[in-house]
């Protein structure tokens, strides 16, 4: 397994947010395998980017393969990939991940008693147990403090259910949501 280029970014967030599926996701050696992702395009009324550039929307237009962390509700930290090429704005939800790495230290963040299945099950979670923070926007994604690995091949093609996506008021019709189909770890359940 290796760990993905900016290349891979370079691409409509519909086929990255399918390919993260299964790759392994790595803030500080801390993290797991991606099993929910959620795709937001420019002209979608739910991403950032729909009303154009801002200050705050910029990073969504390139180049792909950055960080954009935004806090939501005021509360949680969510951490999404820029996608597509240069000038299109565009990213990737990471949703949850099956917590493989570093779990010690997750529990530390997030609370000892917390079931496995809790830790990552859910993008503020996810955050909160990685210790991704708002600062590391525009960081790119291939670089360290972050690490995204490449699916293991041999393990075959995941099986992928696509739905609608969660805690959105625009475009909840559009089935941009991506989940592991079996995984015990999705921040609701599939399909």
């Not at 009303?51 to 929307?57: L, P, S």
């Not at 939800?93 to 493989?100: G, I, K, N, S």
């Not at 972050?146 to 089935?175: H, M, N, Q, Y």
Request: charged share 25%; glycine share 10%.
């Amino acid at each position: 397994m290796s760990g993905l280029d900016p290349a891979f970014f370079d691409r409509p967030p519909r086929q990255v947010a399918q390919d993260l599926i299964g790759c392994e996701l790595l803030h500080e050696g801390v993290g797991g395998t991606i099993v929910e992702t959620e795709a937001y395009e420019e002209d979608d009324p739910a991403c950032h980017a729909f009303i154009g550039r801002t200050a705050r929307t910029e990073v969504l237009f390139g180049p792909p393969g950055r960080a954009y962390v935004y806090l939501c509700y005021g509360i949680h930290r969510m951490f999404n990939v820029v996608t597509d090429r240069d000038g299109v704005a565009a990213a990737v939800l990471v949703r949850a991940l099956e917590p493989t790495r570093g779990i010690d230290a997750m529990r530390a963040r997030r609370g000892a008693d917390r079931a496995l299945s809790d830790l990552c099950s859910g993008p503020g979670k996810l955050c909160e147990a990685l210790a991704i923070e708002l600062g590391q926007t525009r960081a790119p994604v291939t670089a360290a403090p972050f690490s995204i690995v490449r699916r293991d091949v041999s393990a075959g093609e995941p099986a992928i259910t696509a739905g609608p996506r969660i805690g959105i008021t625009k475009g909840v019709d559009l089935p941009w949501r991506y989940c592991l189909s079996a995984s015990a770890h999705l921040s609701r359940p599939a399909g």
